[in-house]
């Protein structure tokens, strides 16, 4: 190590080199990623022995950003976090404010928070559930779920003009009112994925590839989850029944409560059951809400001055708790805001799911945490006994994967 | 959890109380605050910290530990000085809070003694400029880091 630039490689993580020509390495940022991690997996042999995570390869500087904008532009600019839960940023982030100002919100604006909130849970655990098929080697049922899932985003963009980055919520309620004739449209479809969800239960119980992929895979128990604090399903299918709706509700989650389901088995076969579940419970939650609604105004009026003080805010995002504290120093835009998303509180838990495992499970048991699978494009392998490091692309490890499995 | 119910870990740890909304702070010097997270934790039902946070104050740079249950958060909170931002880190008695001290340590520059990413970067790219400032204290300036890192 004589050249400085190595050297300053190694004394980061030294998990990946950057180029100072280009600042990001080809691999884990995609534009279909949201949050991409690396993982260094030490190996014996073929068993997994320890994993390092090295993230930051989007880390835009969204924090620093905030305090330099308006406290509404700020909701457009969080909702890019996350290109799947992009409406659980914004809905934390405005509960948040809205928490340091004395206004009430209207509780139908409360209602339509709780209908877009629960309809981005199912598009998400879909979208999951369907990239795990295709991690296993069953791409038959990620398209199935794929085309299930245009059907929850055709729904958003009638409600709010955009099937991703919604921008519905915003500071005293919400953007626009639910456009006439959708509730009945939206209840139609709740019954279809109602319909289609059963049917997968079914499948996921019985399809070979998929029982062999992810029984008995990444298991992880209550004393692990207790210890790093994953959020979300990843905690609940340790049997530790903590849901922030029902736990701590905001929007109307108080008028319209999840049942929180949960699982024993704490593998990655038990979160297929556990995320289909959550989809049939949010299913009769939109219905609920709606049947519930009140009718009055969606929004209120709301300063553009924010008063001073500290508020603590966190949502059940679909993949766990998504914390926010937002600092007012009485301005008009934020003296601090600080984000924690749920896959940054599970990245020590995904380690854990690793260790013991082949490299061959490597792409289920991280997607079974439903993290960005970006960091599979790009994951260094380094066995311990020869010293040897080399790379494997994502495709060639799913391929891996899967021909190791059909040859056992 | 109330400001009462806190009050004895408050004495044992030489910190004081206030309440927010939704949250009880607890603000302890920095050679306590392994001691008030750890009695935090070991309260029933508090096992969750939901993450650490870090604030610049200008002379000062606060580190907020947030735990949650129920409809409550409990803040440790404590500040160290930027001339010399060093704390020892939590990790040892509290495992999750790994990341995100290393966050800190990126963002805000506050070295976190016996963390395992102390030294290391875990958001920042490795080619930051080692003499420029984190760039989430407030006298940091972006522009002049792109500068620095041959960005422009």
Known sequence: MSNPSEKQAEAGAGLMQYSPEGMMPFGPVHPSL?????????????????????????????ERAAQ?????????????????????????????????????????????????????????????????????????????IWKDREHILDLEEAISGNRVNKSYTTLGGVRNDLPDGLADK???EMGYIEKRVEYYKRLVQSEETIIVRTKGRGRINQEIARKLCPVGPLLRCTGI??????????????????????????????????????????????KEALEK????????????????????YHVEAPRGELFYFVKSAGGSVPERVKIRTSTLANILTA????????????????TGMDPCFGCMDRIAVVDVDKSKEWTVGGEALRKYGIEYYRRK | MSSEELAPLAAKVGGSL??????????????????????????????????????????????????????????????V????????????????????????????????????????????????????????????????????????
């Open chain 1, 241 to 286: 029944p903590r849901d922030i709706r029902e736990e701590d509700p905001y929007a109307a989650y108080g008028e319209v409560p999840p049942q929180v389901q949960t699982s024993n088995e704490g593998d990655i076969g038990s979160l297929l059951t556990l995320r289909l579940n959550e989809i049939t419970d949010s299913c009769r939650m939109v």
């Open chain 2, 18 to 79: 206030a309440a927010g909304p939704k949250t009880t702070i607890l603000s302890v010097p920095p050679d306590k605050v392994i001691e008030a997270c750890k009695g935090v934790a070991s309260l029933p039902g508090w096992y969750h910290l939901s993450t650490i946070s870090g604030m610049d104050l200008g002379q000062d740079i606060a580190i907020l530990y947030h735990f949650w249950q129920g409809k409550r958060f409990i803040q440790v909170r404590t500040q």
């Open chain 1, 293 to 312: 609604m009140p009718a009055g105004p969606f929004r209120v009026n709301f300063p553009r001055s924010v008063p001073a003080g500290e508020a603590t």
């Open chain 1, 351 to 366: 380690t854990e799911m690793l260790k013991g495992h082949t490299l061959a499970d490597v792409p289920v048991v991280l």
């Open chain 1, 34 to 62: 949201k949050e991409p991690e690396y993982f260094k997996l030490f190996l014996e042999g073929e068993k997994i022995v320890r994993v390092e995570p090295r993230i930051g390869y989007v880390h835009r500087g969204i």
């Open chain 1, 68 to 144: 330099e904008r308006t406290w509404v532009k700020n909701i457009y600019m969080f909702e890019r976090i996350c290109g799947i839960c992009s409406f659980h940023h914004s809905l934390a982030y405005t509960e948040g404010v809205e928490a340091l100002a004395p206004f009430e919100i209207p509780r139908r604006a409360k209602y339509l928070r709780v209908v877009v909130a629960e309809l981005e849970r199912i598009h998400s655990h879909l979208l999951w559930l369907g990239l795990l098929g295709h991690w296993a080697g069953f791409d038959t049922l990620f398209m199935w």
């Open chain 2, 81 to 152: 000085p930027k001339s010399a931002p060093r704390l020892k880190s939590i990790t040892g008695d509290l495992a999750a809070g790994v990341l995100y001290e290393a966050e800190i340590q990126d963002l805000l520059g506050v070295a976190f003694e016996g963390n395992p990413y102390l030294g290391k970067k875990l958001l920042l790219p490795d080619i930051y400029p080692p003499d420029a400032p984190p760039p989430l204290r407030k006298d940091s300036d972006p522009e002049k880091i792109k500068r620095m890192m041959g960005l422009e």
């Open chain 1, 186 to 188: 939206i209840r139609v």
